[in-house]
């Protein structure tokens, strides 16, 4: 069956990124005779008309689209075009785009894990405590930083300040009670622009990987984080894999799934097998 491909991108993804990236695949497309449609900011109710769907964004868009469209079933493609593109480099690494186009047109598509945390899907992760105040301040306060510099100007704000909460962490085989730094769970395996928080995660292992970091000087972060970018914080970590965590604090306390901000005083996160197909 020919395809019939849905194009969907956020304009505003990568200060225009996205936007020049839409471009150059239209041009391809239509030179190869393939037959789609773009669709920039406004989106179709439903893909029933299409074979395959090609997402243009960072891991906002991406995250927008499976919440938007929660049971698709089509082949998926992420294009880098934000600013966060973790989810693009865990499937793609650092093909380019003439490489990933390859790969949108002739890949077999291959099932992929996703999560639920209290009612929203993620195909990164869920992190709760330090990461989730970060991601708030980020969403709160403008930055002219995009991106890993974003994130790290917003850590430098948190960092001297952020106080740990004792928290619940519940799965079926371990549970701790822990004033924690930070609490991870992971279906990806980087955050936040190139923070390699769970380098050992895999996206289609059928287990979410749970790191607690727990609480810890301040100079302890300040050694920490740079060393996250390489996974070198998981010496003073505590870990587990399980299908599903509850999370569980006295007040409501700072979160994100894949880097959209929420808050709470108990997260039941659950994997979702095989939830979706990419072509990778």
């Known amino acids: 069956m020919s395809k019939s491909i849905a194009i969907l991108y956020n304009s505003r993804a990568g200060k225009g990124k996205a936007i020049r990236v839409a471009n150059r695949i239209s041009v391809k497309l239509s030179g190869l005779q393939y ?29 927008y689209f499976i919440n938007k469209y929660p049971d698709c079933d089509l082949p998926l493609v992420i294009f880098k075009g934000g600013t ?6 865990k499937l793609y690494g650092n093909r380019d785009l003439d490489d990933c186009l390859s790969i949108a047109i002739d890949a077999f598509p291959k099932k992929i894990d996703a999560g639920i ?8 992760g869920v992190g709760i405590g330090f990461d989730g105040e970060i991601v708030k301040s980020i969403h709160r306060e403008k930055f002219f930083l995009k991106g890993h510099l974003a994130y790290y100007a ?19 085989n371990v549970t701790w009670k822990e004033k924690a730094f930070m609490v991870t769970i992971a279906n990806g ?51 587990t894999r ?27 996160i659950k994997l979702l097998p095989q939830k979706y197909l990419f072509r990778c």
Request: some cysteine; hydrophobic content about 40%.
């Open 189 to 239: 395996s980087r955050y936040g622009g190139g923070f390699l928080v769970a380098p050992d995660a895999r996206i289609d292992d059928g287990l979410l990987d749970i790191i607690v970091i727990p609480q810890i000087s301040i100079f302890q972060r300040m050694n920490l984080l740079p060393g996250a970018g390489k996974g070198k914080h998981l010496r003073i970590t505590q870990s």
């Open 84 to 89: 966060g593109n973790d989810f693009a480099w």
């Open 154 to 172: 917003a850590v430098l704000r948190k960092i001297f300040f952020f106080r740990e909460d004792e928290l619940d962490i519940i799965t079926k």
């Open 242 to 268: 399980s299908q599903s965590v509850i999370v569980k604090a006295a007040k409501k306390v700072s979160a994100h799934f894949d880097g959209e901000a929420m808050e709470s005083e108990r997260f039941e």
């Open 117 to 124: 945390c209290n009612g929203k899907y993620f195909l990164n």
């Open 35 to 63: 037959k789609f449609d773009a669709f920039e900011d406004v989106w179709p109710e439903d893909l029933k008309a299409y074979t395959d769907v090609w997402i243009i964004g960072g891991d906002g868009t991406l995250n």
